[in-house]
């Protein structure tokens, strides 16, 4: 997939191949265009199966949620940082600072029930956790590769204690349709990873 003919700003393709190029950085192994394009899939099939949101806004947040990505602390604000400097020229700020918002709750994940935009959002963004047992397994190779220079028991550690808040919360997902589609899959595949960590 080209992911340019996914940006939604056509007047300013610039920006929109500069995103494209951040995310093909070659230390990526998850946070990367791939990634990009399976958070806007999922955007897309949550709008179809009639989730509200604002769709230019959850996009071009989606777009910048990682854009900045280096496995180092501060990448969602670093990355909010370039949507609010980027944007202004663009579109309203309204717009502007509603992308801002929604990628610095990528950091935690845990919208209001109300934020129908940072549901939709972050739903995408965790929707990777309902993928087919062999693209989980794929995703958590990939986070183990970006996090390389961890040693095993640490990594261990710290990715087993991810895990256990994501099954302690009442629910993955915040949408109805994505709690209705993904959230069984979604815990099954955390459960596997977090048993496989020992």
Request: charged share 25%; aromatic share 8%.
């Amino acid at each position: 997939m080209d992911l340019l003919l996914s940006w939604p700003l056509p007047g300013a393709r610039t920006l929109g191949a500069q995103l494209v190029a951040s995310y093909a950085h070659p230390d990526r192994r998850y946070h990367d265009g791939r990634h990009l394009s399976e958070v806007l899939e999922r955007v897309h099939e949550l709008s179809a199966h009639g989730v509200e949101f604002d769709r230019m806004a959850v996009l071009l947040a989606a777009w910048f949620h990682d854009s900045v990505y280096d496995a180092q602390p501060d990448a969602e604000k670093r990355s909010a940082a370039w949507a609010a400097e980027a944007l202004p020229t663009l579109v309203d700020q309204a717009v502007v600072d509603e992308v801002v918002r929604l990628v610095l709750m990528t950091e935690h994940h845990l919208p209001a029930d109300d934020d129908a935009n940072g549901c939709a959002l972050s739903d995408a963004d965790l929707a990777i956790l309902a993928g087919s047992a062999e693209r989980y397994a794929e995703y958590a190779a990939s986070v183990r590769e970006e996090y390389a220079e961890v040693p095993d028991d640490a990594f261990a550690a710290g990715r087993a204690t991810i895990l256990r808040d994501l099954l302690a919360k009442p629910h993955l997902f915040h949408t109805a349709y994505a709690r209705s589609t993904w959230e069984d899959a979604a815990r099954a595949n955390v459960e596997r990873e977090l048993a496989g960590l020992g």
